[in-house]
């Protein structure tokens, strides 16, 4: 039967870009002959990691390494629950621990082999209850559906019916976007309402542990907003987000143009009495660059502002 093979500190980068259907992957040849004992249906599992420009995990890939030859091992894709993406040349990957290795270890305590096993965590209902929060938050009574591959997660839960508000220069906007999904997405879009010469970026960021905008994922690609209509923002490299969590889309311009979002109102993050802020608002030069980490401050909590329209191509 075939068996899980291990090997300590393992670690290695891509010398040639990994395609979303490809079998094999290269690596150093010389880290390559460290997986020994292939070829007998034995295997080992390794994983392709992508990390943000301040160097945190992004996106994962689980592997199963049934073969080495010269530097080049046979794979197959996509494993325990993962999904197959696009690896560009120098990409991370590396042997770890996984999810399933420790499954295995939890159910060895009834297999009669008397390793001990792993006791189940009870179950107290707190992630049905952080379920309901996120479908309450988002869209009303209804989650949010996984869009098709190719089509776009959309920040906004109602339908856009306005031609927005203008930017001032140099001025930075993020807007909320709770995630049900695991979903690996590879471009952003927004919609130029107004036009005005000038350009624009579309970025990404986490959450720190209180929900507000942290470190700076992935940047889109930057467009003009000297015409209207819908622009692209492609990123570098495909990005993963997980279900569950909140992010934060981040749209930086260097004039004061116009993009397409509601009418009236948008997702509430905080509030002062009557007061309701419905976006975080930064003035930051845009020759500057994003901030990375974004370190928020309550001052920029941002009232009267409508959510822009903004979405999220499904690449995988």
Known sequence: MPKRLFVNNWKATLTAELAMGGLTLSVDAAQAAKLVGLGTGDYYLLTLVAVDVAGAETAWEIVKVTA??????????????TVANLWPSGSRIAARLTAG????????????????????APDDGLN???????????????????????????????????LGQAWSADQLRLFP????????????????????????????????????????????GEFSTGSTGVKASALAAPLTLEAGKLYWLALHCSAGASFHGLSSGGLVIGGS???????????????????????????????GIYSTLMSLRRSA
């Open 68 to 81: 080495q030859a010269g530097g080049v091992l046979t794979i197959v894709r996509a494993q325990e629950g």
């Open 101 to 120: 290795d420790m499954s295995t270890l939890r159910d060895a305590a009834g297999s009669g082999g008397g390793g001990g096993g792993i006791p189940d």
């Open 128 to 162: 049905a209850r952080r379920a309901g929060a996120w479908k309450r938050l988002h869209g009303g009574l209804f989650r949010v559906p996984k869009p098709p591959v190719g089509y776009d997660l959309v920040n906004l839960p109602q339908v856009n019916t306005s």
């Open 177 to 220: 976007l709770p995630v049900f999904d695991d979903i690996t997405v590879d471009l952003l879009r927004c919609s130029v309402s107004t036009a005005v010469a000038g350009n624009a970026k579309l970025a990404l960021y986490s959450s720190d542990a209180d929900g507000w905008p942290d470190a700076l994922l992935a940047t889109g």
């Open 273 to 303: 009495g009557i007061t309701q802020y419905t976006c975080v608002r930064r003035s930051t030069a845009y020759a500057g660059g994003l901030p990375s980490p974004f370190v928020f401050d309550p001052a920029e909590l941002a009232s």
